[in-house]
């Protein structure tokens, strides 16, 4: 398994930006998918964004055209760009890593709060 420590949460504006990042502790190029969910209290984890190991990503509807999954394998970290950022936004974001295959496993990170101020 691997241990997954988010980064870049905090407070921002209607309108701003900020971007998450998911460190690994080993090589996430391996790794069958990559996402970011977000949970607020009385809500369902949402599945944010996703990226597997071709770089395919994919986006949940409320957030396509501002948010942006991205990759770096040689520093073994993934990044969620946020941008036009609505107060519905805020929420506890995690970053999860998930492997199939001999022994598959799905690793989750303690979560970054983002808020957003209208």
């Known amino acids: 398994q691997v241990q997954l420590v988010e980064s870049g949460g905090g407070l921002v504006q209607a309108g701003g930006s900020l971007r998450l990042s998911c460190a690994a502790s080993?090589?996430?190029?391996?790794?069958?998918?990559m996402g970011w969910h977000r949970r607020n209290p009385g809500k369902q984890r949402e599945l944010v964004a996703s990226?597997?190991?071709?770089?395919?990503?994919g986006y949940a509807d409320s957030v396509k055209g501002r948010f942006t999954i991205s990759r770096d394998n040689a520093k073994n970290t993934v990044y969620l760009q946020m941008n036009s950022m609505k107060p519905e936004d805020t929420a506890a974001y995690f970053c999860?890593?998930?492997?199939?295959?001999?022994?598959?496993?799905?690793?989750w990170g303690q979560g970054t709060q983002v808020t957003v101020s209208s």
């Open positions: 999860n890593a998930v492997f199939i295959g001999d022994r598959s496993f799905s690793s």
């Open positions: 080993g090589s996430i190029s391996n790794m069958s998918a």
């Open positions: 990226i597997n190991r071709d770089g395919n990503t």
